[in-house]
């Protein structure tokens, strides 16, 4: 089977699937999605989730993408050999890919509005006020459908100069010089007076506080996390080389994934119970709050701006991640020689479903479904609904077509007693254990919508 370019490095191999990883998911998904799960057995949910399912379908697409040497399309077609009426679970994922791409890159686009506003703030002497940016943001879509064109702009422009250097070089200093910052401002946020309070409500879980959503809601958001489900994984699996260990590959990942995650809930919290005014459910939650601490300590300014550069870094990474799983399925399909011909080709579709999200708190504003803006509601029904049931999909076709004795050859390691025993707790996670979570997930959301 003909191999890809394969990565230069294995530590490059981390580093692009922990930086495709971490993203807005962490730090701009995860704190509002736990608020409107109201806290601490939300964030326990979560944890488990991610260690008991997560972990094994990120090392399932891993496995696919390594064998097969494909993207996510291709790959299937091949997993299926004579079944190919299950060929559209792949392009589903593609799909997806390309839909969530759009409003990821409005979001993106608002974190280079905060950037733009802290470096004037920063240079110019403008300080940045409280609620300002923002509003600015909220009653403007040109502004947003202007920035998320940058950010599409800039994705592509990377993606054209290839793997290794298009995606490799941006990582490697990014995610330090972030979790600096982001301990910095964690031990401001942790002298605030609210940090009793907050750790009691992160840390102690009240479990009549979740709902008959909260299991799926969980799920989806571990499965957006980790970057399972969009096939992104699987055109990384598909560079990477024979010796690679991949159920180790993919604890480190996901272990690194949810430490970021909880470093934010506990940075962002002391905050926002600090600003009792906002509501902690909404999705505007970390570009409310942060920017009014910021304005208000000493050196926010600077703050600010190292932040938001460091957060607009790692929401490019994750793109880049999201449009080279896309790119790569265009090559494969299309048979589009040119790989910047296949990006700018995805790069246009994904600016054309982005004008949606985009107006979505201006000329879409009347559109509200069950009280969620379209761009709220858009990201229920893909990463709460769509993405679980791909997954579900991918893993029982794993299961069903992928030969016993790869899955063998590709977890255990000769010689190491705990690979086999993990093993069979992986097997009994990805045939037994995720599609009864994700079924009972499902099943108490409709019961309850009902
Ligand atoms: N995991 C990324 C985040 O949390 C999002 C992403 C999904 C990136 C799929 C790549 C592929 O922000």
């Known amino acids: 089977m003909a191999k890809r370019a394969s990565w230069q490095t294995r530590f490059g191999f981390y580093l692009i699937a922990i930086g495709s990883a971490f993203g807005l998911g962490n730090l701009w998904r995860f704190p509002y999605v736990v608020g409107e799960n109201g806290g601490g057995a ?3 949910l979560y944890v488990l989730l991610s260690f008991s399912i997560g972990i094994p379908v990120l090392i399932a697409e891993l496995m ?10 291709l790959s299937f077609q091949s997993l299926l050999q004579k079944q190919q009426k299950f060929r559209w ?34 240079f110019g002497n403008h300080l940045v006020t409280e609620n300002q940016p923002l509003q600015l ?5 040109w502004i947003q459908v202007l920035l998320a064109s940058c950010h599409i702009l800039i994705a592509v422009v990377v ?7 298009g995606l490799e070089k941006w990582i490697s200093w990014i995610m330090p010089i972030f979790l600096i910052l982001a301990f910095l401002l964690l031990v401001k946020s942790f002298n605030l007076p609210s940090t009793p309070d907050v750790l009691r ?9 979740l709902t008959a959503h909260s299991l799926i809601h969980a799920i989806g958001h571990v499965f957006f996390t980790l970057s399972v489900g969009f096939g992104s994984l699987i055109t990384f699996g598909s560079y990477m080389g024979d010796k690679d260990h991949l159920p180790t590959v993919g604890f480190r990942v996901a272990f690194v994934d949810t430490v970021v995650s909880l470093l934010a809930v506990i940075m962002i919290f002391p905050i926002a119970f600090q600003a009792s005014n906002v509501p902690l459910t909404d999705p505007t939650l970390l570009f409310q709050i942060l920017p009014q601490f910021l304005a208000s300590i000493k050196g926010g300014e600077f703050f600010g701006f190292a932040f938001f550069i460091c957060l607009y870094l790692a929401a490019l990474n994750a793109t880049l991640g999201l449009l080279e799983g896309i ?8 048979k589009v020689k040119d790989r910047s011909k296949a990006t700018w080709i995805s790069g246009f579709i994904i600016f054309i479903f982005s004008l949606l999200p985009a107006f979505s708190s201006t000329v879409f504003s009347r559109i509200q479904i069950q009280g969620k803006s379209l761009i709220e509601a858009l990201d229920v029904v893909l990463i709460n609904w769509t993405l679980p049931f791909v997954v579900l999909l991918q893993v029982l076709l794993f299961v069903r077509y992928y030969q016993a004795e790869w899955k063998k050859e590709d977890f255990i390691q000769e010689g190491n007693l705990a690979s086999q025993t993990m093993f069979q707790h992986w097997l009994f996670s990805i045939k037994w254990l995720l599609p009864f979570l994700i079924i009972l997930g499902f099943s108490l959301a409709i019961i309850y919508l009902f």
């Open 201 to 209: 409500f992160l840390f102690y879980p009240d479990f009549s506080k």
């Open 327 to 334: 790119v790569s399925n265009i090559v494969d399909l299309m």
């Open 137 to 141: 943001l909220m009653t403007n879509g």
């Open 64 to 73: 696919i993408g390594r064998r097969y040497g494909k993207g996510v399309v």
């Open 89 to 122: 679970v792949g392009y589903l994922s593609v799909f997806i890919s390309l839909v969530v791409l759009s409003y990821y890159s409005v979001i993106s686009g608002w974190v280079l509005h905060f950037l733009t506003q802290f470096t004037v703030g920063l």
């Open 159 to 165: 993606i054209t100069k290839g793997v290794h250097e």
């Open 42 to 44: 939300f964030v326990l």
